[in-house]
Nanobody, 125 residues
Framework: EVQLQASGGGLVQAGGSLRLSCAAS????????IGWFRQAPGKEREAVSC????????YYADSVKGRFTSSSENTKNTVYLQMNSLKSDDTAVYYC??????????????????WGQGTLVTVSS
């Protein structure tokens, strides 16, 4: 059974940092890119970052470039999202997800075949 367990959300002040973790199980970790997506109240779910397994590169949404960093610890089947310089606009439920391919460049919701449960990030101004 494919499982994606996200953790690490919480309440943080603007300018602060959080690190989200996504522990994956039930599939061959190297065969699928892992993505982070978020959904703010009243808004559609959007891509934040996807890390490609084919070449290890990461894609970032323009809104988070330079502030967020994705990394993968393959020995633990875990992907991280380090979020720095957080803004109130980053407030959302963050989901990790498995993409259908090993490439993370198609970092879109329609490329996801499994979603994890969300973790809430609240940034206070």
């Amino acid at each position: 059974e494919v499982q994606l367990q996200a953790s690490g959300g919480g309440l943080v002040q603007a300018g602060g940092s959080l690190r989200l973790s996504c522990a994956a199980s039930g599939f061959t970790f190297d065969d699928h890119a892992i993505g982070w997506f978020r959904q703010a109240p009243g808004k559609e779910r959007e891509a934040v970052s996807c890390i490609s397994k084919s070449d290890g590169m990461a894609y970032y949404a323009d809104s988070v470039k330079g502030r967020f960093t994705s990394s993968s610890e393959n020995t633990k089947n875990t992907v991280y999202l380090q979020m720095n310089s957080l803004k109130s606009d980053d407030t959302a439920v963050y989901y990790c997800a498995r993409l259908m391919s090993a490439s993370g460049y198609q970092c879109y919701t329609d490329q996801v075949d499994y979603w994890g449960q969300g973790t809430l990030v609240t940034v206070s101004s």
